[in-house]
């Protein structure tokens, strides 16, 4: 009887000793892997921190975007709501750039200007306005609008202000 119950006993697994064995040299082939990755990687790095150094010299010697014969021009700045929801109010402050100095008065040019901006303004929603690319859309719909107003006199609306309230 009493060897029936040692053959119905689970056979014992791996001992304790031999499981941290494993553990141990999993670690080691893990950490040489690492180690050997990282100086066949090495150089790879150092050789784009020279070209990203590099790119930045290029990009400080660049001339500036703006040339001297260019102009600028402050618009009176717009207070409108927006279409929805319509208790929601937004104020635009901008400037215009102009892309050579203009021949004409540029009085009646930017209060068409702002006129066309004030009804753009009205068409839009909060949702349109939200995070970075929106700003960005209204910055490039605003300037597409200018471009078209002066037939192309203006190269480009700065926006120095825009609070939605």
Same mark, same amino acid.
């Given at each position: 009887?009493?060897?029936?119950?040692? &053959?119905?006993? @689970? !056979?014992?697994?791996? /001992?304790?000793?031999?499981?941290?064995? %494993?553990?141990?040299?999993? $670690?080691?082939? #893990?950490?040489?892997?690492?180690?050997?990755?990282?100086?066949?990687?090495?150089?790879?790095?150092?050789?784009?921190?020279?070209?990203?150094?590099?790119?930045?010299?290029?990009? &400080?010697?660049? @001339? !500036?975007?703006?040339? /001297?014969?260019?102009?600028?021009?402050? %618009?009176?700045?717009?207070? $409108?709501?927006? #279409?929805?929801?319509?208790?929601?109010?937004?104020?635009?402050?901008?400037?215009?750039?102009?892309?050579?100095?203009?021949?004409?008065?540029?009085?009646?040019?930017?209060?068409?200007?702002?006129?066309?901006?004030?009804?753009?303004?009205?068409?839009?929603?909060?949702?349109?306005?939200?995070?970075?690319?929106?700003?960005?859309?209204?910055?490039?719909?605003?300037?597409?609008?200018?471009?078209?107003?002066?037939?192309?006199?203006?190269?480009?609306?700065?926006?120095?202000?825009?609070?939605?309230?």
């Amino acid at each position: 009887m009493a060897d029936a119950d040692n &053959e119905q006993a @689970a !056979p014992k697994g791996p /001992s304790l000793v031999v499981i941290l064995a %494993l553990v141990v040299g999993l $670690t080691a082939v #893990a950490g040489a892997t690492g180690g050997g990755l990282g100086l066949f990687l090495a150089p790879t790095v150092s050789e784009a921190k020279k070209e990203e150094e590099a790119k930045k010299e290029e990009t &400080e010697e660049k @001339a !500036p975007e703006y040339s /001297s014969g260019q102009r600028l021009k402050t %618009l009176q700045p717009i207070v $409108t709501n927006l #279409a929805h929801p319509s208790s929601v109010f937004i104020r635009l402050e901008s400037t215009v750039i102009f892309s050579k100095a203009p021949e004409t008065d540029t009085e009646e040019l930017a209060a068409k200007l702002t006129n066309d901006m004030l009804n753009f303004l009205r068409t839009l929603s909060v949702a349109r306005l939200e995070g970075p690319s929106g700003i960005l859309h209204l910055k490039t719909d605003l300037t597409e609008i200018a471009r078209i107003r002066s037939e192309g006199l203006i190269e480009e609306v700065v926006i120095s202000s825009l609070v939605v309230e």
